[in-house]
Structure formats: structure tokens, C-alpha cells
């Protein structure tokens, strides 16, 4: 027993000594509260995402993401206070499971650097890697602004893309996850990256909840091209299946920026099965332009949401079939630069359209003031949903609070 204890205690402190040497940085957060009516009652729900990195910087090339995705983080709190008991039907069993606040490894990843004295960085990783096709990584290795759009996250999809709770927006086109290696080189303003692994984002029978489908074997490769007016990021992969099929996708990034006029566009696709017929729904377009006068500004997007989405499907918002021909314009005046003066306040209007169901359209009115304190974003927005008004079990007007990490 003493042994055991005194074992115990060398590996706490060796775990202890390890940690004090590493960094801890949270890469990634986004929290949003959302107060509502529903069923005359007012309400009020929490959505948490966030990433935790451990690593030994950048002499040691290892680090491990903690991560944490809870769609109702109130109702996944209330949940821990109880036990399970009998007489639990599979509806209740099913929420509880769904709504659990719970944090999970997220990513490993080991890295080589500067291999033969070349520019080149050879990782193993396992679990969530690089996004493709978002412009975030312009930020990280050039020192940009961010090109990427704004409508993503919580803040756009707080039910998720399409009020599919299960599916949460983070722009990019396509995200890498699985068991494998990276492969990038840094050659000044060009990154190439290559990707091989086995990918572990696939389900089998998503309509019924899913389960884990392995022999499905992926190889992507990236390209970022950095100039002071224009930027691009181009991606081509596919998913081999032991199965004999094979998935194509790929896509691309524009940025073009000049004075007061920038614009940018994502395009490409997502999930496309040799042999079938190619169709709409395998297809992501996004586009942005922007105007930047002294202190207003003005942002439109319009972006249609495929089917086949991140290799998983997108719900209607029922959860009994996919959703087709879903798209949002999405129009937002400002005043202030939140990445230079720390401050926006302005005004939103957002039209989601379902091309199948036009009565399905979704109009929504939201002012807004933004600011930034030290590593952290605030939004502060009320929104108001004129069609809803003669719809008892919807909001008319909403308030939402969210913070999420500003670098």
C-alpha cells in the first residue's frame, strides 16, 4: 500500500512538474445566453465551446487540446445534480445524453520541426486537426487581420447550421479529424500542408443517432498564398472506404482587399460520391463583400449551406431528413473597428430562406454593440423576429450576451 502511494506521488509530481513547464492557453472560446419566450414562459439558455491547449512551445512540439461542446450548458448543469433512476424513458435518457457538460480530449499532436534543416514540420496527430478553407491560418502565420467571415458560431447559429444543434459553424469549409500526418512547409508567403490519415468523422445511420463507422481513409492537401491585397487558401481531398467508395471534395478562399473595398468568397465541394449524380446540395458557396469608410462600415453575405456537410449530413430542424436549399443574407451596418478601436455597435438583418419551403422563411432584426477587453470578445444583441409574431411557441424578441476569444 505504502508503495502504491509513494508511486502515485512520483507521477503527480513528475505530471506537476511537467504541466508547470508547459503553456495553457485557450485557443478557441465561444459562450452564448440567450433569453427567450417559449411557451409563455421566459427562458433562458447557454451554449459553450471552447478548446484548452496544453503544449511545450514551440522547442517541444507536443501538445493536447481539451475541448468542451455543450448545446444547453443550463440544462446540462441542472442534469448533474441527479442521479439516473428507474423508470427513465429513452426521450429523457436521450436529452440527459445529449446535454452532458463534459470535458473530452479534443486533439494529440506531436511535431518535428525544421526537419533536415528544411522548412518543413512533419506532425502525428490524433483526433481534431487543421480547418480547410476558413482564411484563419492568414491571421496565425502572416499576422493579418482576419479575412474570414463573421457568421459563424453561436452568435449566427445558436440552434446550430440550420437548427441542427449537432452541427456548429466554424467557417471553414471542411475540418481535418483523425489519425495520421501533417506535413507543412514554410516558404515565406506560400504554406503547402499535406494530410493522410485515418478519418474519424464518419457515421454510420446518421438519421438514427449515429455510430462510429472506421476503414475510411482520407488524404487532403492545402495551399496558402499570402499577399498585401490578396490572399487565396485552395484545398483537394477525398475519403477512400473500405467499402470501394470514394468521396471527392475541394475548395477555395479568395481575399481581395484595396482602401475601402474588400471582398471575399469560398467556394467548393464539400462531399461528392463517385458515381452519383452532382448535385446542389454538394455544393458551398459563400460570398462577402465589404465596404470600410472611416469609422462605418458595411458587410453582406450571402451563403448557402450544403447538404453534405464537414462528411456528415445536415437535419432539418425537425432531425427526420436532410435539409435542401438552405441559404442566408445576411446585411450588417457598423460603426467603430472592433479590431482596431475595440468597439462596433450597429445594426443586423439577417433573411434565412429554405429554397424548397419559402413559408419556412426566417427574418431576424438585431442591433448590437461589440467591444473587446484583454483576450476577450463581447457582443451584447437583442433580436427581433417579425415573423414569428402570430407563432405563440416562437420568440418574438430574443437578447443575447456572447463572449468568445479575441487574439
Known sequence: MKIRLFTAFLGFFALSQTLFGAEIT????????????????????????AEIAISGGYKYGFSLGLGAEISDLGKALSYGRFNFIAGYDETDLNDRFNNMA?????????????????????????????????????????????????VRGF???????????????????HSIMG?????????????PALYIYHDLSFQDDPLKGGSYAPGHYS???????????????????????TSDDFIFRGGALAWFGSGAISFLMQAGITSYEFGSSMKIDNCYFLMEPR???????????????????????????????????????NLRVFYGNIN?????????????????????????????????????????????????????????LEGFIGIRTSY
Do not use: C
Request: net charge negative; hydrophobic share 40%; charged share 20%.
Open 26 to 49: 485557450v485557443p478557441h472560446l465561444d459562450l452564448v445566453s440567450q433569453g427567450k419566450m417559449e411557451n409563455g414562459d421566459f427562458t433562458i439558455a447557454s451554449s459553450l465551446e
Open 102 to 150: 463534459v470535458i473530452s480530449i479534443r486533439s494529440i499532436e506531436a511535431t518535428v520541426r525544421e526537419v533536415f534543416n528544411l522548412p518543413l514540420e512533419i506532425s502525428f496527430f490524433i483526433g481534431h486537426n487543421d480547418k480547410l478553407g476558413s482564411g484563419d491560418e492568414f491571421q496565425e502565420y502572416f499576422g493579418s487581420e482576419p479575412i474570414g467571415t463573421a
Open 155 to 173: 452568435f449566427y447559429y445558436p440552434d446550430g447550421l440550420n437548427e441542427d444543434p449537432f452541427f456548429r459553424f466554424n467557417g471553414a469549409m
Open 179 to 191: 489519425t495520421g500526418l501533417a506535413v507543412k512547409g514554410i516558404f515565406g508567403n506560400l504554406i
Open 219 to 241: 488524404a487532403d492537401i492545402k495551399l496558402l498564398a499570402n499577399g498585401e491585397n490578396a490572399k487565396f487558401e485552395v484545398f483537394l481531398g477525398g475519403t477512400y472506404a
Open 291 to 329: 465596404l470600410r469608410f472611416d469609422k462605418f462600415g458595411v458587410n453582406l453575405t450571402f451563403f448557402y449551406h450544403p447538404v453534405y456537410f464537414m462528411n456528415k449530413v445536415i437535419f432539418n430542424d425537425a432531425g427526420t431528413d436532410t435539409a435542401k436549399g438552405n441559404a442566408d443574407i
Open 340 to 396: 482596431k478601436s475595440a468597439f462596433e455597435a450597429g445594426l443586423e438583418t439577417l433573411i434565412n430562406l429554405e429554397m424548397e419551403k419559402s413559408e419556412n422563411a426566417k427574418l431576424r432584426i438585431s442591433p448590437f454593440i461589440s467591444t473587446v477587453t484583454t483576450g476577450l470578445r463581447w457582443d451584447f444583441a437583442l433580436r427581433f423576429n417579425p415573423l414569428f409574431f402570430q407563432e405563440d411557441e416562437k420568440s418574438l
